[in-house]
Structure formats: structure tokens, C-alpha cells
């Protein structure tokens, strides 16, 4: 893992992203992944797969699935200094993901064309490729939506 990484990971986190179900420190409810980043600009998280989360008997939900794919990428993109928004997911759910069993989640950046950002992810379990995406996700200025004016108005429209 990069050390120069984590301040930039952690810095967009704490001021966008703390009430995320996925990642968010502050999220009464969250799962709190701890993403780690490493030399080569990938993320991964791992996840316990608890039965909380099971769609059919047995398996992990496929949207908790595409909703773990999605953050690694989000999470991805804070390690590099970005804060973007999705523009595009596709998934391919490739095995049945079994609860009661850890995986971990990846992702990294496949190419730049800022605005947009072209990632890929997966969740393997037992070392094995169980789910992939691909997404196309745009700056948040460039989608016409700065995150950081964003936040100011959820505060001041709850008050």
C-alpha cells in the first residue's frame, strides 16, 4: 500500500462521503469498508458476506453486490485525487456469491479521459472472480453537480 494515497482517499471521504452506506464513518447503519490502496492505484476491501445482506437462501444479494463493485470504483477514484459520480455500472455476475464467506472487492482505474473515467472492479471469494463491473463515472463538476455545494444545501435543507 502507498502511503501518499491515503491522505487523498481519506481527505474525500471524510468531507464527501461519511454518510455512505458503503464506506461512511458515520453512517448509523453502514458497512464501514475499509478500503486500502495499493502501489499499482488499485483499492480493495474486504467483506465478510454476512447473512444480513442475502438475496436467495444462501447467496449475497446481486444489488449488494453491484453496490460493493460501485464503491470500490467511488473508492478508487478518491485514491487518485477524484471525486466522481457514476455515470454508467454494468455487472456480470459471473457465480453465485455464498454468505458466511469473506470477499474482497477491487477496483482501478481502466483509462482517463477527464472528465470521465473508465474503472473496472470485482469481488472474488475463495480466489475466484465471482462478480465484475464496468462504469463509466464523470467528474463531479463536469456532471454539473459540485459535490461540495451539494453537501451545503443537504445541511442547510435539514435544518
Known amino acids: 500500500m502507498t502511503t501518499e494515497h491515503i491522505p487523498r482517499i481519506e481527505a474525500l471521504q471524510s468531507s464527501l462521503h461519511t454518510q455512505c452506506l458503503l464506506c461512511g464513518a458515520d453512517h448509523p447503519q453502514g458497512l ?48 487518485q485525487g477524484q471525486a466522481a459520480l457514476t ?4 455487472v456480470r455476475f459471473l ?7 469473506p470477499a474482497i472487492v477491487s477496483a482501478q482505474v481502466a483509462a ?24 463509466k463515472f464523470m467528474e463531479a463538476g463536469g456532471a454539473g453537480v459540485p459535490l461540495f455545494q451539494a453537501c451545503a444545501l443537504e445541511t442547510k435543507g435539514a435544518s
Request: one cysteine or more; aromatic letters at 10%; glycine letters at 8%.
Open 112 to 135: 482517463a479521459a477527464p472528465p470521465l473515467f473508465y474503472m473496472a472492479a470485482t469481488l472474488r471469494q475463495n480466489g475466484q472472480w465471482m462478480a465484475r463491473a464496468a462504469a
Open 32 to 79: 464501514r469498508l475499509k478500503f486500502s490502496t495499493h502501489s499499482d492505484g488499485h483499492v480493495e476491501a474486504p467483506f465478510p458476506c454476512d447473512r444480513l445482506y442475502q438475496g436467495y437462501t444462501g447467496y449475497l444479494h446481486g444489488g449488494v453486490i453491484a453496490a460493493l463493485l460501485d464503491s470500490a470504483m467511488t473508492n478508487c477514484l478518491f485514491a
Open 95 to 101: 457465480k453465485p456469491v455464498v454468505i458466511s464467506r
Open 87 to 90: 455515470g454508467e455500472l454494468n
